[in-house]
C-alpha cells in the first residue's frame, strides 16, 4: 500500500487551522513531535501570512470575542484561561500573540489558548510631589534576536495641570523572563490610552504632539536596538487642527488624519522611506457618521476593500475602487468595542520543558526524518 511522502504530509499540516492541528498531536508521538517543532510553528505561521488564510477579529471591552475573517458571521465568545476582567486591555497582535494589560500582564494565545503570566517587575519608582503617574505598555517582536518583548512605561504628569514631566521605562524579554531598566522615553504618549497598538518593523510607533509649534510628528522606538527615531510624515501634510492616529493595515504603517467632516488615510508601503507614503482612502459622510473615530483593521483576501473599524460601534468594508461603503452584520458582536487583527499561530511560551525541547528541536527532527517509515506508518496512507 503506497503511502504520502514526508513532504506532501508536512504541506498539508501547514495549512491547517491551529484548533485542527492540536487535535491531530494525537494521532501519533511522531505528529506530535512534528506539530511542536520550532520549525514547523515558523513554517505554518509563514503559509498563513503568505496566503491571507486563519485570521481572526479579537473584540474587548465588554467581554472578549472571536469573529472569523473568512465569514464574519458569527462573533464566539473567548474564555481565557485565566483570571480576566473587562477593564483590561487586549494589545496589538504579534503572530498570534497578544498582551493581556491586567496586574500582571498576560501574553497568550487565544487560538492554542497557552498563556504566560509575566513576572513582577521589580523596579521601584519614587515618589513625585504633586505629580500622579500612569503606567503604558507595548508589545512587540524582536526578529534580530527572535524574542517577543513587553515596554513597560510609567508617566509622570503634573496633578494639576496634567502636564507630562518624565517616564521610568522597563522592557522584559521572553527570552530570559526578566525585566530589566532601560532609559525613560523623551516624550509622552498618548494620554488617553493604557497602551499602543503599532507595531511595525519591529518597533513601536506613537504620533507626539509638539506643543511649542503645534504640530506632531511621528516617533518610533526599536526594541532590537533600544533607540528612538523619527518616521517623517508624509509630505506636505498639515497636521495643526487635525485628529491623527496610527494603526497597521497589511503588515504597513498607516497614518489616519481625522478632521470633522472627512477622514484620510495614508499608508507607508515601503518602511522608513518618505515618498512611498499613499493616500489609501478619503471618506466623509454620509459614508461615515461625523466626528466618527476610524480604524483601519485588515484588507480583504482579493486586496479591493478594507474592513473599518467606525467609532467602536460598528464594521464596514469600504471598497477601494468603487468607494462606497458596505456595513456589516456580524451575528452576536457587542454593541461597543475595540478590534484587533489576529493571524492564528502555534507560538508558545518559553516554559522550563518547552525551553530544553526547542534546544532539541534539530534532533527530533533528524530523527523523525530517519524513521519515515514508522512516521507514514502511523500517518495518512495513500490507496490507489
Not at 113 to 126: A, N, S
Not at 318 to 339: C, H, R, W
Request: glycine share 4%.
Amino acid at each position: 500500500m503506497p503511502t504520502l511522502p514526508f513532504e506532501i504530509i508536512e504541506d498539508i499540516l501547514r495549512r491547517l487551522p491551529v484548533k485542527t492541528l492540536k487535535r491531530f498531536r494525537a494521532v501519533a508521538k511522531s505528529w506530535c513531535f512534528l506539530i511542536d517543532s520550532e520549525s514547523f510553528i515558523k513554517l505554518h505561521l509563514r503559509q498563513s501570512l503568505i496566503s491571507n488564510s486563519h485570521r481572526s477579529l479579537i473584540l474587548g471591552g465588554l467581554g472578549l470575542y472571536a469573529i472569523a475573517l473568512d465569514s464574519l458571521d458569527k462573533a464566539h465568545v473567548i474564555k481565557p484561561p485565566f483570571y480576566y476582567k473587562s477593564v483590561d486591555g487586549i494589545s496589538n497582535s504579534c503572530n498570534g500573540l497578544v498582551l493581556v494589560m491586567s496586574e500582571p500582564p498576560v501574553l497568550w494565545n487565544p487560538f492554542s489558548r497557552d498563556y504566560k503570566v509575566l513576572p513582577e517587575c521589580c523596579v521601584e519608582y519614587p515618589a513625585e510631589l504633586d505629580s500622579y503617574s500612569k503606567t503604558t505598555y507595548g508589545f512587540a517582536y524582536d526578529s534580530t534576536n527572535d524574542d517577543y518583548k513587553v515596554v513597560r512605561v510609567v508617566e509622570f504628569r503634573n496633578e494639576t495641570t496634567h502636564v507630562w514631566t518624565h517616564s521610568e521605562t522597563t522592557i522584559y524579554s521572553l527570552k530570559s523572563n526578566c525585566w530589566r531598566r532601560i532609559e525613560g522615553f523623551p516624550y509622552p504618549l498618548p494620554f488617553l490610552r493604557g497602551y499602543w497598538r503599532v507595531h511595525v518593523n519591529g518597533a513601536l510607533h506613537t504620533p507626539v504632539q509638539e506643543l511649542h509649534v503645534q504640530e506632531a510628528k511621528i516617533m518610533a522606538f526599536s526594541v532590537e536596538r533600544e533607540k528612538h527615531y523619527e518616521v517623517m510624515m508624509p509630505p506636505g501634510i498639515r497636521t495643526r487642527g487635525v485628529d491623527l492616529s496610527l494603526d497597521v493595515i497589511g503588515g504597513c504603517l498607516s497614518l489616519v488624519c481625522a478632521q470633522r467632516s472627512r477622514v484620510v488615510i495614508w499608508v507607508m508601503k515601503e518602511y522608513g522611506v518618505t515618498e512611498s507614503w499613499t493616500k489609501l482612502l478619503s471618506v466623509c459622510p454620509p459614508a461615515i457618521e461625523r466626528d466618527h473615530f476610524v480604524k483601519a483593521l485588515v484588507f480583504s483576501r482579493e486586496g479591493d476593500k478594507i474592513l473599518l473599524n467606525c467609532d467602536d460601534k460598528k464594521l464596514v468594508w469600504y471598497d477601494l475602487t468603487k468607494k462606497t461603503v458596505e456595513n456589516v452584520s456580524v451575528d452576536g458582536m457587542p454593541f461597543i468595542f475595540y478590534a484587533e487583527a489576529c493571524v492564528e499561530s502555534l507560538i508558545s511560551f518559553g516554559c522550563p520543558d518547552t525551553v530544553k525541547k526547542f534546544g532539541q528541536e534539530k534532533k527530533k527532527e533528524k530523527k523523525i526524518r530517519n524513521k519515515r517509515d514508522d512516521f507514514l506508518s502511523e500517518g495518512f496512507k495513500l490507496v490507489l
